[in-house]
C-alpha cells in the first residue's frame, strides 16, 4: 500500500500553492492538539486563539507555503496577512470534502475536554483545601489547652 499523494493547486501572486489531499491520521491529531495547546491561556482555552491556530497549522500541515523559523513564532502575523490575502479561505475551499469540518469538530471537542478536565481540577483542588483547612482547624483545636480542659471536664 501507498501513501496518496495528490495535490490540488492554485495560483497566488504568480505562485503555485499546492493543497495536500491527504493528511496522515498522525498529522491530524498532532495539528489538532497544538491548535489546542497553543490556545490556552491561564489555564483556559481562548477560542480567538484556538481558530487562528488551527487555520495557521492549517496552512503549515497542507500547503507547501513555507516559513523561516523567524516567521514561525510569529503566527498571529502571519495569520492575519494570509486570511487578509484570501489565502486561507483558498486552501480550506481545496481541501478534501468534509476534511475542514472535520478538523474544525475535533478541536472543539478536545478544547471543551481540556475545560472540563481543567474545571474538575480546580473544583478538586477547591474541596481539597477545604477539607485540609477543616483538618487543620480540627489539629488545632484538638491540640489546644480549650479543647484538653474540655475533654477533662467531660471526664471528670
Known sequence: LKEPNKVETFNYEGSTVEVKQFLPTFDKIHLVASAVKSSIVDGVVNNMIMEVSLHYLIIVEYTNISFTEKQLDNMMKNYDLLDSNGVIDAVIALLPDGEYDYLFQQTLVLAEKFDKLARAAVDGLSGQMEANKVVQ????????GEATQESREKLS
Not at 137 to 144: D, K, W
Request: charged share 40%; net charge negative; no cysteine.
Open 137 to 144: 482547624e480540627f489539629m488545632e483545636r484538638a491540640t489546644s
